[in-house]
T-cell receptor, first 111, second 112 residues
Framework: SQQGEEDPQALSIQEGENATMNCSYKTSINNLQWYRQNSGRGLVHLILIRSNEREKHSGRLRVTLDTSKKSSSLLITASRAADTASYFCATGETSGSRLTFGEGTQLTVNP | DGGITQSPKYLFRKEGQNVTLSCEQNLNHDAMYWYRQDPGQGLRLIYYSQIVNDFQKGDIAEGYSVSREKKESFPLTVTSAQKNPTAFYLC???????????FGSGTRLTVV
C-alpha cells in the first residue's frame, strides 16, 4: 500500500528558483526519507529525518517534518537544470527496516 | 567501489516463462529489498530480507519468489503466475544501523 502521498504530482520552475515538494503519510513512523530518481535509473538517497527531528539541512536541501500533521516538505533552493528528476518520500516503520514509498513529484527545472 | 548491481538491464519474457533477475551487493548490508515500479508511479515492495535464509512478503508478492542463500545476493524470480510482469524492477539494500537504502540501476522486464 502507498503510505506517502506527494504534492504536487508535477512541478515546473525556472533555474534559480526554489522548489518545494510536500509529502503526507497515514501511520506512525520511525523516520522519513527523500530520494531522487533520474529517468530510467535507480533511486538515490538524499536525506533522512527521524521522527524526533523537526528540520534537517544538507547542502541546498531542507527537509521539515511535522508528526502532528503527518507531513513533510522538501525544499531545494537555487534550483539547477540538473535537479530535474522525480523526487520520492519514503516512510520507515517504527520497527524493522522496510520503507513505503509515495508516488513521487516530477520536478522540471528549465534553464 | 562498493555498490549494488542488477542484471540484466533489459529482459524480455515470453508468456508462460519464468525469469530470474539478479541482484548482488558488496556493501556488507544485512537487508535487501525488491520493488516494482510501473510508469509514472511509485515503488511497491515485492519481497524483502533482513537476514540470510529468511525473507518476508511485501505488498505485491503474488507471482514472485526470492531466495537469500548468501548475504550478497537476493535474486528475484518472476513466475508465469504473475499476470502483468512488464515493469521496472529495483533492488535495494541497507544496513540495519543506517536506514537509507542504496539502489541498483534497475531491470526493465517486458513480456513479448
Amino acid at each position: 500500500s502507498q503510505q506517502g502521498e506527494e504534492d504536487p504530482q508535477a512541478l515546473s520552475i525556472q533555474e534559480g528558483e526554489n522548489a518545494t515538494m510536500n509529502c503526507s503519510y497515514k501511520t506512525s513512523i520511525n523516520n522519513l526519507q527523500w530520494y531522487r530518481q533520474n529517468s530510467g535509473r535507480g533511486l538515490v538517497h538524499l536525506i533522512l529525518i527521524r521522527s524526533n527531528e523537526r528540520e534537517k539541512h544538507s547542502g541546498r536541501l531542507r527537509v521539515t517534518l511535522d508528526t502532528s500533521k503527518k507531513s513533510s516538505s522538501l525544499l531545494i533552493t537555487a534550483s539547477r537544470a540538473a535537479d530535474t528528476a522525480s523526487y520520492f518520500c519514503a516512510t520507515g516503520e517504527t520497527s524493522g527496516s522496510r520503507l513505503t514509498f509515495g508516488e513521487g513529484t516530477q520536478l522540471t527545472v528549465n534553464p | 567501489d562498493g555498490g549494488i548491481t542488477q542484471s540484466p538491464k533489459y529482459l524480455f519474457r515470453k508468456e508462460g516463462q519464468n525469469v530470474t533477475l539478479s541482484c548482488e551487493q558488496n556493501l556488507n548490508h544485512d537487508a535487501m529489498y525488491w520493488y516494482r515500479q510501473d510508469p509514472g508511479q511509485g515503488l511497491r515492495l515485492i519481497y524483502y530480507s533482513q537476514i540470510v535464509n529468511d525473507f518476508q512478503k511485501g505488498d505485491i508478492a503474488e507471482g514472485y519468489s526470492v531466495s537469500r542463500e548468501k548475504k550478497e545476493s537476493f535474486p528475484l524470480t518472476v513466475t508465469s503466475a504473475q499476470k502483468n510482469p512488464t515493469a521496472f524492477y529495483l533492488c535495494a539494500s541497507s544496513s540495519l544501523s543506517r536506514l537509507g537504502y542504496t539502489f541498483g540501476s534497475g531491470t526493465r522486464l517486458t513480456v513479448v
